[in-house]
T-cell receptor, first 116, second 113 residues
Framework: SAVISQKPSRDICQRGTSLTIQCQVDSQVTMMFWYRQQPGQSLTLIATANQGSEATYESGFVIDKFPISRPNLTFSTLTVSNMSPEDSSIYLC?????????????FGPGTRLTVL | KQEVTQIPAALSVPEGENLVLNCSFTDSAIYNLQWFRQDPGKGLTSLLLIQSSQREQTSGRLNASLDKSSGRSTLYIAASQPGDSATYLC????????????FGTGTLLAVQP
């Protein structure tokens, strides 16, 4: 199965700054997803990123706060902009295995973000 | 709106016990259901995927069942081990182009040696 990696694995940032998280998959995938997991909570989908088109954001998430890039079929970035302590979460990228893998979904190791 | 609930929220068992984790969902029109394991501060590991047309899937000591009509799935873990300690999440996928997973609230499992 494909391997998915994220960078950085963790970071501590100051309020008002921005952080870009990178996600790399070792094979081409059509759909990539970005999730947020706030402390003690389950996962919430931020947006779906398809190559060659703008990301589709879920209710409560906006492009100005969470800009996403998807330059090719193996890579995506999520930027958390103008951070506040409420943005402290684990951010996970994910991809769907597509029809060949019966749409099984796989997740990266996550980026643990702490905002001071 | 699809809602996914997991019971219990936390469970502690002695090593060697068989156990069942429960997942319920409000909208039975699902495409598939997936069980994940999450270790503290880590990403998710896929355990089992059940298509909407299937009743169960097995992998090693794990068995997941699906009763779509009643909106329920169970994850059965046989002969539990301390290494099974983790949070277990179920997620359902809606049909159609969105391919979006809706996650449950999770069950925190502790297996005592």
């Amino acid at each position: 199965s494909a391997v998915i990696s994220q960078k950085p694995s963790r970071d501590i940032c100051q309020r008002g700054t921005s952080l870009t998280i990178q996600c790399q998959v070792d094979s081409q995938v059509t759909m990539m997803f970005w999730y947020r997991q706030q402390p003690g909570q389950s996962l919430t989908l931020i947006a779906t990123a398809n190559q060659g088109s703008e990301a589709t954001y879920e209710s409560g998430f906006v492009i100005d706060k969470f800009p996403i890039s998807r330059p090719n079929l193996t890579f995506s970035t999520l930027t958390v902009s103008n951070m506040s302590p409420e943005d402290s979460s684990i951010y996970l990228c994910s991809f769907s295995g597509g029809f060949a893998r019966r749409d099984e979904q796989f997740f990266g190791p996550g980026t643990r973000l702490t905002v001071l | 709106k699809q809602e996914v609930t997991q019971i219990p929220a936390a469970l502690s068992v002695p090593e060697g016990e068989n156990l069942v984790l429960n997942c319920s969902f409000t909208d039975s029109a699902i495409y598939n259901l997936q069980w994940f394991r999450q270790d503290p501060g880590k990403g998710l590991t896929s355990l089992l995927l059940i298509q909407s047309s299937q009743r169960e899937q097995t992998s090693g000591r794990l068995n997941a069942s699906l009763d779509k009509s009643s909106g329920r799935s169970t994850l059965y873990i046989a002969a539990s081990q301390p290494g099974d300690s983790a949070t277990y999440l179920c997620a359902v996928r809606r049909g159609g182009a969105t391919n979006k997973l809706i996650f449950g609230t999770g069950t925190l499992l502790a297996v005592q040696p």
